[in-house]
């Protein structure tokens, strides 16, 4: 089988997604295709050589529908010849659009691939897209359909983390993006949003609020209990019977923060590499999708965490850097206690409490963050994990070379 | 014509007069279907007939909705013939609804009393509707709460009138409205004096009025929004069947098929919008749930209502004065419904101000009653004058019949009775409401036992419909027939019984909890025991009601039953948690704040965790579906050894008793339906499976072991 390399990955800073936030005026095109310029000025290669731009993207409707892939790269002067398509598994979408790239190398049906990832939370408002899901009865009913954050929460109850263990990892999110930043830990891969006429619009994490202390927290209200108490508690609670009552633990400071960005990756095969003198930074080891319950939704990342080591022959020892999007506290906090980590081991840089969740480009964004993190500790495997909505987690394992 | 009686006036206009022959509702039966057709066809086709107005000849009684048989019958359709048949039978009424309303004459229904179910449906297809001003005149589509869907049109044309998002708790929750609320939901054009309905309905025939349906019309868009593309929408499809589950606990299908019917048909033309209907309509009739329930809690109540086990040779003994021996809370609910009926009612007690106080309770519940603007001041200070406290024997001369609701005790009962007897007449009858001793005990302290007889009530008597008697060994006919036309008056459901322990509701709710701690004493986890409960449908989770019951009342049955069985009792391990529970930790349930539940001041109450020290939590929980079993085949297995033991007369009693008695749950139809719907063969392997695990609690009686041999039903 064909190795596949990433050779460079780039991101977007995080603007706040709201009418006052930074990236509101890009819209999701321009802003998708910034990165996708990046990758052709930092790296001297033939553009047409790319056999498709995989773009992850979730609420795919008006100006982020109609294959966001495609005309982000034309916009980005990929040329007639470089087609481009879109992906949505909901919050794993670029991690799904970089595995899909990878496959198509290893398959030997590709030589140069880009995948990425966008999402305009501030313009296309999320779950605008709709779905069965949501709202059909038929499927909402045999789903078994909550609110994420109600399956956050459930997963809180069930597996005991109090509002107060959710909180301080809230803290350690925002300390640990703090100081990634500080130390200059992006900097490779950031790339500043600009306007039409080259003036930069961001050039850091907008979302972010290092200085909020456990205090601060404690005095947000719990953002489900009413959605809770309607019916939606009722509906996960008749699936664990066990539990009486919900705790409803998850507010908005201790949840992903609602952003804009978008982020890219460069993948080839080794004769790629060569040809274009393109350094390869690290090598696609193996990848895992999983379903779960869809009603407690979130809990899967460890599910696929292990079925990413199982196929790749590795145990949780050899992996070096764990990142595990931060959708809600206890997403993460559930991940450790299920493969027996301390949370001293995960995310050491931050991740979306404190710098944001852009659906539909986290999953490259985390995984680049633990290819940067190999690279500078140089260390040898990075584990990415994110959990899905529906009920379904990805994850993704790549070496450092 | 037999259901409805069709003339054509002077001015070319069609009336029909819907009226049901032998019955005091108008329903829709295969013969008014077929009649309707005809009248139909002959509207259309007649060029003299400009349009057509349909009444009802019974005075404030438009429709009712469908015979239950019918939709019985409908269900039952698919055993003889093919899927396409049931559907096509099915599917007459949105058939001919949609061929009365595209004819292209102008229909009015003239709404002159209650219109419900398919009474309404039809409405919903006439060009015009105009109900009289009578202020009991209620519309509504009550098909869910017999666990099916509005099956004419109703869940695609009521949203079309008053908006999705507000249609949806009259479709989900079967809830009326009056003609004023029918008239602000744009369901009806014009509320007039019932004199002028005809006139008015005929009014908008000879001014041209529309023979078009909104729905029909190019531009129609539904008010507050359409399709899955508008937010509001949206929003009303997400939230709606996380509500439902809430209320449902998912057992009962009709919900989200009217969820679903709403949501698939509201996005199609009306033609495919039916059949979506019903489609969604012939799912529930062929399922289990909607013709047990319909059995049971419709059919089978209304005999029971009515006196189906009435002896019929006795002549009708309504009661006119009735003592009330015990003011407490029992006597004082059964005085108030009791006056509320127009008996009259002697309260004693002890003491007077015992009985006062018992007479205080009808005053508080009728003051709130007025408050609420449900009753004239007028009409409660009449029911309260029907009520008179006393404390001497003497002013029950007059009574025809005594119920007793003194002190659980056979002296102090005994007592009672042969005081009573020494005043009342010998043609007086006497009930004792008695929930644990045998009548036949009892009974002997009376010199007539033939007049003596248990009416059981359940507490609280204003709220709960179900009435049990209980027959003594020595109870005569009269009694019965006595006991049967108070509970008529008062308006409650009997069940007839035979004397036993517990008699049949107490015994076999006992099993509820019982179970239920016995799996507290295996290390089960409290709230997947309760959960189960709850969500098999049973109206209260075990340790919940047996906390309102009094783990103290438990521990002293529980007492008097091993006394009396002696050697005979089989113990469980649920006597030790009783034990615990009560006499060494001193919780005695929700009368002193502390059972199987805390109940803090601020707060819900919530399970008591302390519990779990004393039983301590298994490493590997059992199943809900193991939980469930278990709590709800032991109360099926008492209820046959009741049935075995004679203790029931039928299958129909046992269901009625179960789920208005002590809220077994009513989607199975009773327990007895259950283990039909189960099968009797399995649900008898099973049992025997379950009794080698669980104990002789579960072992088969013989009649179930028989029936599952010769694969017989409860019900043939």
């Keep these: 089988m064909t190795e596949a390399y990433i050779f460079d990955h780039v991101r977007s800073p995080r603007g706040r997604g709201k009418k006052d936030g930074a990236l509101h005026e890009v819209t999701p095109v321009n802003l998708l295709s910034q990165m996708l310029r990046a990758l052709t000025v930092r790296n001297d290669f033939d553009v047409s050589s790319i056999d498709d731009v995989v773009a992850g993207c979730v609420t795919a409707v008006g100006e982020q529908g109609g294959n966001v892939g495609r005309f982000a790269a034309y916009m980005a002067d990929y040329g007639d010849g470089v087609p481009g398509m879109h992906v949505n598994r909901f919050c794993a979408s670029a991690l799904v659009a970089v595995n899909y790239a990878c496959a198509r190398v290893m398959a030997g049906q590709a030589d140069m691939m880009v995948g990425c990832g966008v999402e305009s939370m501030s313009r296309v408002t999320m779950g605008f897209d709709g779905g069965a899901w949501l709202f059909d009865p038929q499927v909402s009913n045999k789903v078994g359909f909550v609110l994420q954050g109600i399956s956050a929460d459930l997963i809180a109850t069930k597996y005991g983390f109090s509002r107060e263990d959710c909180d301080q990892y809230a803290i350690l999110s925002q300390k640990r993006s703090k100081a990634a930043w500080d130390a200059g830990y992006f900097k490779n891969s950031i790339v500043n949003v600009k306007d039409q006429i080259g003036l930069t619009l961001l050039d850091h994490d907008q979302h972010m609020r290092p200085s909020a202390t456990l205090e601060d927290l404690g005095k947000l209200k719990s953002a489900f209990t009413d959605y809770g108490e309607m019916g939606f508690d009722s509906v996960a609670l008749q699936k664990y019977p066990e539990t009486e009552t919900m705790d409803h633990v998850h507010h908005a400071g201790n949840s992903s923060g609602i952003v804009d960005g978008a982020a890219a990756m460069l993948i080839g095969t080794k004769e790629m590499g060569e040809k274009y003198k393109l350094k390869a930074r690290a090598k696609m080891t193996s990848f895992a999708d999983v379903g779960i319950d869809p009603t407690i939704m979130l809990s899967g990342p460890a599910a696929a965490a292990k079925k990413a080591l199982a196929r790749a022959g590795l145990t949780k020892e050899d992996i070096d850097i764990w990142e595990v999007n931060e959708a809600f506290s206890s997403v993460v906090l559930r991940f450790c206690q299920e493969m027996e980590l301390s949370t001293e081991e995960v995310n050491v840089n931050g991740g979306s409490i404190a710098m944001g969740h852009p659906l539909g480009a986290t999953g490259a964004i985390i995984l680049g963050t633990a290819l940067d993190e190999l690279e500078r500790t140089g260390k040898r495997y990075a584990l990415a994990a994110l959990c899905v909505a529906g009920g379904m987690a990805t994850a993704t394992i790549i070496e450092r070379v | ?716």
């Design chain 2, 1 to 716: 014509m037999t259901d409805i009686k069709f003339e054509i006036d002077n001015d070319g206009i069609a009336l029909l007069t819907i009226d049901t022959p032998d019955r005091s509702m108008n329903i829709i039966t295969e013969s008014f279907m077929k009649e309707l057709g005809e009248i139909i066809t002959r509207v259309t086709e007649d060029k003299d007939i400009k349009g057509a107005v349909i009444t009802s000849a019974k005075q404030g009684n438009f429709m009712a909705g469908a015979d239950l048989n019918l939709i019985l019958r409908l269900g039952a359709l698919q055993k003889t013939g093919s899927m396409q048949d049931v559907f096509d039978a099915a599917f007459e009424i949105n058939r001919l609804c949609r061929l009365l309303e595209t004819c292209g004459k102008p229909w009015v229904s003239a709404i002159n009393g209650l219109c419900l179910g398919g009474g309404l449906e039809l409405s919903l297809a006439c060009h015009y509707r105009v109900a009289s001003d009578d202020p009991k005149l209620k519309m509504g589509l009550p098909e869910v709460q017999v666990g099916i869907i509005p099956g004419g049109g109703g869940t695609q044309r009521l949203p079309r009138l008053m908006g999705i998002q507000m249609s949806l708790p009259y479709l989900l929750q079967g809830k009326n409205m009056t003609a004023k609320q029918a008239l602000s939901n744009n369901i009806i054009h014009e509320i007039v004096p019932s004199d002028e309905l005809l006139h008015t309905a005929k009014s908008y025939i000879l001014s041209g009025g529309k023979a078009v349906q909104p729905w029909d019309e190019k531009r129609f868009k539904i008010p507050g929004g359409q399709g899955v593309f508008d937010p509001n929408i949206v929003q009303t499809f997400i939230g709606a069947p996380a509500m439902t589950k809430k209320e449902t606990k998912g057992n009962y299908p009709a919900t989200i098929a009217i969820l679903s019917a709403v949501y698939e048909g509201h996005q199609l033309p009306m033609d495919k919008a039916v059949r979506v209907e019903s489609k969604y309509f012939v799912q529930q009739i062929i399922g289990d749930v909607a013709p047990n329930m319909i059995r049971t809690l419709f059919v089978n109540k209304g005999k029971a209502d009515k006196g189906v086990r009435r002896p019929k040779d006795v002549a009708p003994m309504k009661a006119k004065k009735l003592g009330m021996l015990g003011a407490g809370l029992m006597g004082a609910g059964v005085a108030y419904v009791s006056a509320k009926a127009g008996i009259e009612v002697i309260l004693l007690d002890r003491e007077i101000e015992f009985a006062e106080k018992g007479k205080e309770y009808s005053e508080k519940l009728l003051a709130k009653a007025v408050k609420r603007k449900r009753m004239t001041q007028e009409k409660a200070d009449g029911i309260l004058a029907l009520i008179k406290p006393t404390a001497d024997y003497a002013d029950l001369a007059g009574c025809d019949l005594i119920i007793e609701a003194v002190l659980e005790d056979v002296e102090v009962k005994a007592d009672v009775t042969r005081k009573t007897e020494a005043v009342v007449g010998a043609d007086c009858f006497y009930g004792s409401n008695t929930s644990t001793l045998p009548i036949t005990t009892l009974a002997k302290a009376s010199a007539r036992d033939a007049q003596f007889i248990g009416i059981h009530f359940f507490s609280p008597v204003d709220k709960m419909p179900l009435v049990e008697i209980i027959m003594g060994k020595n109870t005569g006919d009269e009694a019965l027939a006595k006991a049967l036309d108070y509970t008529r008056q008062i308006r409650k459901t009997p069940i007839v019984v035979n004397d036993s322990r517990g008699f049949y509701t107490s015994r076999c709710f006992s099993t509820y909890v019982q179970e239920a701690m016995n799996m507290l004493s295996e290390g089960i986890s409290p709230a997947l025991i309760e959960n189960s409960g709850v969500y098999g449908g049973m109206m209260v989770g075990p340790f919940a009601v047996g906390d309102e019951v009094s783990i103290e009342l438990m521990y002293h049955v529980g007492q008097a039953t091993m006394k009396g069985l002696g050697k005979d009792y089989i113990p469980q391990a649920c006597d030790d948690v009783v034990q615990k529970m009560y006499v060494d930790l001193g919780r005695k349930g929700k009368k002193n704040a502390k059972g199987f539940y805390e109940y803090p001041e601020k707060g819900k109450k919530h399970l008591w965790s302390g519990i779990e020290e004393h039983y301590p939590l298994l490493k590997d929980q059992p199943s809900q579906e193991i939980v469930t079993k278990r709590l709800f085949y032991r109360q099926i297995l008492e209820v046959i050894r009741c049935l075995e033991e004679n203790v029931l007369l039928a299958p129909e009693d046992a269901d009625i008793g179960a789920i208005f008695g002590w809220g077994f749950a009513p989607w199975t139809g009773g327990p007895l339906s259950h283990a039909d719907t189960i099968g009797v063969k399995k649900f008898h392997d099973e049992c025997a499976e379950l009794s080698k695990l669980y104990g002789v609690h579960f072992t088969p009686p013989k009649m179930l072991a028989e029936k599952a041999a010769k694969n017989e039903k409860f019900y043939s």
